[in-house]
């Protein structure tokens, strides 16, 4: 029931931002665990981000932690990925996703398994 849109992505030098957007339907994102994931060429997809239903903070993996933040907006029903001091490791395709729970586990991690929700994803590509 719950569709999921991704906007946002695009081209982007080294050292610059990009804020990463998805509209969500069918179902309120405040009742749900979301997560941002990102598969690079030749690499598995990996979980990026995820918050719960309640949180503020949300999950982050190392390589992006400090750099990037995960949040929603549930009056727009959207959900946002900031990302800033973009690196060329960054480069993938960006996915959204909802999961039917409505917490992340405590332990960091964003396990792709939790969430059964996914946009269609969106491009980044950072490059000089």
């Known amino acids: 029931q719950l569709q999921l849109v991704e906007s946002g992505g695009g081209l982007v030098q080294p050292g610059g931002s990009l804020r990463l957007s998805c509209a969500a339907s069918?179902?309120?994102?405040?009742?749900?665990?979301i997560g941002w994931f990102r598969q690079a060429p030749g690499k598995e997809r990996e979980g990026v981000s995820c918050?719960?239903?309640?949180?503020?903070?949300?999950n982050y993996a190392d390589s992006v932690k400090g750099r990037f933040t995960i949040s929603r907006d549930n009056a727009k029903n959207t959900v946002y990925l900031q990302m800033n001091s973009l690196k060329p490791e960054d480069t993938g395709v960006y996915y959204c996703?909802?999961?039917?729970?409505?917490?992340?586990?405590?332990?960091?991690?964003?396990?792709?398994?939790?969430?059964?929700?996914w946009g269609q994803g969106t491009q980044v590509t950072v490059s000089s």
């Open positions: 996703a909802a999961s039917p729970m409505s917490r992340v586990p405590q332990n960091g991690l964003c396990p792709s398994g939790l969430f059964d929700s």
């Open positions: 069918g179902s309120r994102v405040v009742y749900h665990a």
């Open positions: 918050l719960s239903s309640a949180g503020i903070k949300g």
